[in-house]
């Protein structure tokens, strides 16, 4: 996986979701925006503090952790 430097988390800053360079943006919004057929112009115009590479940066994490695989742990049982 890349350097995904742009992407924030900060349990002060929406509920601490992966966010956009610690703004009030998150990840899901903007890959909301491009599943919804926005272009990254319109994105960038819609919301102007954001920049190219945030969108690409965005559309890499969620790609990376569509492909992330959770494994369940072993139960374990405590005996006294």
């Known amino acids: 996986m ?3 430097d742009r992407i924030t988390f900060d349990p ?3 509920s601490g ?5 610690g703004m009030r943006v998150t990840v899901g ?3 909301g ?3 919804s057929g926005y272009s990254n112009t319109d994105i960038l115009k819609a919301y102007p503090y954001l ?3 945030d969108i690409i940066q965005a559309l890499s994490y969620a ?3 569509v492909e ?3 494994v369940p742990l072993p139960a374990y049982e405590i005996s006294n």
Do not use: D, G, P, Y
């Open 51 to 53: 920049e190219e590479e």
């Open 63 to 65: 790609a990376w952790r």
């Open 68 to 70: 992330e695989i959770e």
């Open 2 to 4: 890349q350097n995904l």
């Open 17 to 21: 979701k992966a966010c956009i360079r």
């Open 33 to 35: 925006l491009v599943a």
């Open 29 to 31: 919004t903007v890959v």
């Open 12 to 14: 002060q800053i929406m």
